[in-house]
């Protein structure tokens, strides 16, 4: 009889971190079922998360590191790598100086302890440059929001009795958000969808608003303004709470409804039945903001402008609307470095609110001084679970640099295509190789993930301490092993490993509560992690840096600085397929059958308008390239005129040679990934 056991996990095929319960048949995985007691995703999994066994023992995983020689990679043996990566480092960092070399954390590891491990490391062996994957992702609604509220906060799904979806398509990309929204529709709460494309959530929605690429801002001012006049403020909620209403009040006057539809495309008609939901929803309204709104040259100012809303109506730390969470209080592996280097940290001078609030080198910023030494050299890059070739923006650029490092270390589960330009490849373990703690923000819970199998591959905890104990700082990684590295970690929350190990559906450390910043005023504290203390329409620290205080729309096409009769159509990247993780799973049979092509999606009228037909295969350009790539022609009414999408993370038509890495948010640096001007051509053989 085959010894038979059920294992606790959290998925992570993708960030959502769904509980499972892994089949586990005489040692080897066999089955992964979604955990029918986990509070997130109450036993419901994608097609991503069953998809878990195929990856742990795809023939394509690297089992061997690979070093790079004259004749191409060669296997080596683990200890070899090891000391050969840590000598490196250390004779770069004896000749350009401790700060000339990094590390990079990608998405494919996550956030809490593995980015801490990562930022240990390299602080460790005092150089500032942190680098990850959140250049291009979160940091700029991160740091949107904290400039508003101090705090990112949660949107209650479950408890809404509106929810609007700005530029985010939860079935593709937060499944289990779908069933809580849904969860809510039950109870008679309404939906609205905000997106340049009818997306699977749009199909549900009560009220679709399409708008053009980029200018949803607009729209948040013209929704603000109609807040105002149509007294719907809360002005006790206002005068108690926030800071900087009458500059709010004033801008707001030039985005009438016609102003508003001239830009937005959004007709007078549609905005006021927003308003009319608003209206019907009382405080209970979730505003929800995706990438949409952030890979935007204005990207940071347009989340803002919709945090403005739910301050506006007072819909925050109330149920049903805007919450803001408590953390579990386990320790943080960071630790200080000397003032004298950190301001050497790539990026901080030029974006100072990035890099004070998400202690985050910048990414673009990096590829640039990799190829001008200037200020400093940067010689020496240690990455894993990253793959810039295929998810940075101007791709020609990032191979440019990362070839012309001195060392560059990729760690990844495959020999990705940022992993053929490294000198050293490092095979890694997955998330089931691994026992690691794992957090639910919006539920308040915390699980001890269990380590299911081990393939004998190498996690980041043994990578970082591995170099740690060669380069002299072993004394920061006392930790034998991850089970010691796990308790050390929960020790403050009194809560023992055994403890949490107990509860492997995931403990709720501490229940939802709601009023928290009434509490804090009646008790003569700030209630919001401002400068002020306050909700900030007008930022504190924008006016420490002496930027524009308001959240004011900037019209992203007056720096683009190109011709508009050159590059006609406005190319959006990125909407996420539930079968694909940015550059991840084409190597998952089941998955890439579903859309084994990369396609160029596009309004029927462009198609017309360019000679091209469904199916066919057509050139799109842009300043900075060009790649060649399927048509899909759309109906009229799933994708705004004037503009096409592609997906990204496709090997063979990567978009990321199209979108430039000039095109920035003034105040987080991220690039335009959602705004690209192109032009598209039929190729004709
Ligand atoms: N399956 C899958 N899931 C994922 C990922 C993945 O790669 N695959 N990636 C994960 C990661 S790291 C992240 S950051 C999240 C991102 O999560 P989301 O931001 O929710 O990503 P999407 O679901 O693609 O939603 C973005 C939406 O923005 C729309 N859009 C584009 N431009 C505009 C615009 O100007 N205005 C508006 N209003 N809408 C616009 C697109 O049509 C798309 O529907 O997804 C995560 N989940
Ligand atoms: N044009 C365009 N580009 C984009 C986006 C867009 O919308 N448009 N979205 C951006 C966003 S939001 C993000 S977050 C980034 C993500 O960009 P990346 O950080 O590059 O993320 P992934 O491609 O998901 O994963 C990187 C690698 O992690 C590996 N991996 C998976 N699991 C593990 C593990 O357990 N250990 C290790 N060591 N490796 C593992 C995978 O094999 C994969 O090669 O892409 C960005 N790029
Ligand atoms: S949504 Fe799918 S891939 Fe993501 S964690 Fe849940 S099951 Fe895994
Ligand atoms: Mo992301």
């Known amino acids: 009889m085959a010894k038979q056991e059920i294992k606790k996990s959290c998925c992570r095929m993708c960030g959502m971190l769904c509980g ?31 998809s878990g066994v195929t990856q742990l023992y795809n023939p394509e995983r690297l089992t061997k590191p690979l070093k790079r020689t004259e004749n191409g990679f060669v296997e080596i043996e683990m200890e070899q790598a090891m000391d050969e990566i840590a000598e ?48 291009q992702c979160f940091a700029g609604r991160y740091i949107a929001y904290n400039m508003v509220f101090g705090t990112w906060p949660c949107a209650d799904l479950r ?70 006049d149509q007294k719907m403020v809360d002005n006790e909620f206002v005068s108690k709470f926030t800071k900087g209403y009458d500059e709010l009040e004033a801008y707001a006057q030039t985005y009438t409804p016609e102003y508003v539809q001239e830009k937005t495309g959004v007709t007078p008609e549609q905005m006021a039945a927003v308003i009319q939901h608003y209206r019907q929803a009382g405080k209970k309204i979730a505003n929800w903001c995706g990438t949409g709104l952030e890979h935007q040259a204005n990207g940071v100012n347009n ?22 969470v408590e953390g579990f209080g386990a320790r943080s592996l960071e630790i200080d470095i000397e003032p004298s280097l950190m301001s050497k940290a790539i990026g ?53 640099a990362l070839k012309a490092l001195d060392l560059l270390v990729v760690k990844d589960l495959y020999l990705t295509e940022t992993a053929k330009l490294a000198d050293y490849v490092l095979p890694a373990a997955s998330y089931l190789e691994r026992s690691e703690l794992q957090y639910n923000g919006i539920n308040q819970t915390v699980m001890l993930t269990e380590k299911v199998v081990d393939l004998g591959h190498q996690s980041e905890y043994e990578l970082f301490k591995g170099l740690a104990d060669r380069m002299g700082i072993a004394e920061l990684f006392p930790w034998e092993n991850e089970d010691e590295l796990n308790a050390w970690l ?98 998952l049979p089941q998955l890439e059958k579903v859309m084994p092509k990369a396609q160029v999606e596009m309004h029927p009228a462009d198609a017309d308008r360019f000679g091209l037909n469904h199916g066919e295969k057509a050139r799109v350009i ?17 994708i705004v005129p004037g503009a096409v999408q592609i997906t990204h993370g ?19 640096g991220f690039p335009a990934l959602k705004s690209v001007p192109v032009r598209i051509e039929k190729i004709i053989n």
Not at 26 to 50: H, L, P, Q, W, Y
Not at 92 to 101: I, P
Not at 650 to 668: C, E, M, Q, R, W
């Open 20 to 50: 499972i319960d892994v089949n586990v048949e005489d040692g080897r995985v066999t089955e992964i079922n979604g955990n029918k007691a986990f509070r997130a995703n109450r036993g419901r999994i994608c097609i991503k998360g069953s």
């Open 88 to 135: 490196k480092l250390q004779s770069l960092q004896a000749d350009y100086g401790t700060e000339s070399v990094g590390v990079w954390k990608g998405e494919g590891i996550g956030f809490a302890q593995q980015e801490g491990l990562a930022r240990r490391f390299i602080h460790g062996i005092q150089s500032p440059n942190y680098f990850s994957n959140d250049t």
């Open 159 to 228: 408890n809404t009795n509106l929810a609007v979806m700005w530029g985010t398509n939860p079935p593709a990309s937060h499944s289990y958000w779908t069933q809580d929204i849904n969860d809510a529709r039950d109870k008679g709460a309404k939906l609205i969808v905000i997106d340049t494309i009818y997306t699977e959530m749009a199909r549900l929605a009560d009220l679709y608003i399409q708008v053009k690429p980029g200018t949803d801002s607009i729209l948040a001012w013209g929704l603000i303004k109609q807040l105002i």
């Open 303 to 324: 989340v803002r402008s919709v945090g403005y809303i739910d301050a506006l109506i007072g819909a925050v730390d109330v149920p049903g609307g805007m919450m803001t």
């Open 348 to 400: 901080r001078e030029q974006f100072p609110i990035l890099y004070g609030m998400r202690g985050e080198c910048h990414t673009l910023l990096l590829m640039d001084q990799i190829l001008s030494g200037k200020p400093y050299p940067f010689k020496g890059l240690v990455m894993t679970a990253a793959d810039p070739v295929l998810t940075n923006a101007n791709t020609g650029k990032v191979e440019e």
């Open 490 to 587: 929960i020790e403050p929350t009194e809560m023992s490993l055994a403890e949490l190990a107990s509860h492997r559906d995931g403990y709720q450390f501490k229940p939802l509560t709601y009023e928290k910043i009434h509490r804090a005023l009646e008790r003569g504290e700030k209630p919001f992690n401002t400068p002020s203390g306050l909700i900030e329409f007008t930022s504190g620290h924008l006016e420490a840096i002496g930027m524009e205080p308001l959240a004011k729309f900037q019209d992203a096409p007056e720096y683009l600085g190109v011709e508009p009769d050159e590059y006609p159509l406005v190319l959006m990247t990125g909407a996420r397929k539930v079968m694909y993780f940015h550059g991840r799973y084409r190597n």
């Open 622 to 638: 842009s300043a900075y390239g060009a790649i060649d790539i399927h048509v899909r022609v759309m109906s009229a009414k799933e």
């Open 650 to 668: 496709f090997k063979n038509a990567n978009v990321n040679y199209l979108v430039g890495d000039g095109i920035t948010d003034p105040i987080s």
